[in-house]
T-cell receptor, first 114, second 111 residues
Framework: DVKVTQSSRYLVKRTGEKVFLECVQD?????MFWYRQDPGLGLRLIYF???????EKGDIPEGYSVSREKKERFSLILESASTNQTSMYLC?????????????FGSGTRLTVV | AQSVTQLGSHVSVSEGALVLLRCNYSSSVPPYLFWYVQYPNQGLQLLLK??????LVKGINGFEAEFKKSETSFHLTKPSAHMSDAAEYFCAVTSNNDMRFGAGTRLTVKP
């Protein structure tokens, strides 16, 4: 089974801090994604990546950046955290094609910005 | 652009009753459709998916969904609810690898 590991389950940061959320997959999947989840809004796509050093903006990229230096690791960066970035962040990887086509999610990081 | 709409943010059923969670999609190309379940403090787990094969898709835990192109729907059903089905359910659509999710439906099961 594919495993997607997010380094922290809970995180509390101060306004203005630079925050790194890490996601690591143990398969050779090229596609990785970052979503944030908020009540009543479902999951919204922040950034995604189809290959190393490649990134694409999703629907709500403002205030975020990403880094993908190695295939297995996809990092989400909050350059200057703000209280409206308090949310659950979910990383996902995707297997393209075949019977296992679809996403596998990490357990999520609940970030609180105070 | 692709999107999904889940009708009803909260659904409450009695144990043993039919579960029906509604999802309508919008996609300019043939879609792939998914249902995910999320239990408290956990990530999303795949329930089932439609990938242009059979229109009636069976998933885990007794859930199934039917793809109806004419209605642009992919509703999730289970004949008999169990207490352990209480969770949040998300419908999702993709046609080009980046997935879009509905706002979610929280299912409550009453004893």
């Amino acid at each position: 089974d594919v495993k997607v590991t997010q380094s922290s389950r809970y995180l509390v940061k101060r306004t203005g801090e630079k925050v790194f959320l890490e996601c690591v997959q143990d398969m050779d999947h090229e596609n990785m994604f970052w979503y944030r989840q908020d009540p009543g809004l479902g999951l919204r796509l922040i950034y995604f990546s189809y290959d190393v050093k490649m990134k694409e903006k999703g629907d709500i990229p403002e205030g975020y950046s990403v880094s993908r230096e190695k295939k297995e690791r996809f990092s989400l960066i909050l350059e200057s955290a703000s209280t409206n970035q308090t949310s659950m962040y979910l990383c996902a990887t995707m297997e393209q094609g075949g019977p296992n086509y679809g996403y596998t999610f990490g357990s999520g990081t609940r970030l609180t910005v105070v | 652009a692709q999107s999904v709409t889940q009708l009803g943010s909260h659904v409450s059923v009695s144990e043993g009753a039919l579960v029906l969670l509604r999802c309508n999609y919008s996609s300019s190309v043939p879609p792939y459709l998914f249902w995910y379940v999320q239990y408290p403090n956990q990530g999303l787990q795949l329930l089932l998916k439609y990938t242009s094969a059979a229109t009636l898709v069976k998933g885990i835990n007794g859930f199934e969904a039917e793809f109806k192109k004419s209605e642009t729907s992919f509703h999730l059903t289970k004949p008999s609810a169990h207490m352990s089905d209480a969770a949040e359910y998300f419908c999702a659509v993709t046609s080009n690898n980046d997935m879009r999710f509905g706002a979610g439906t929280r299912l409550t099961v009453k004893p």
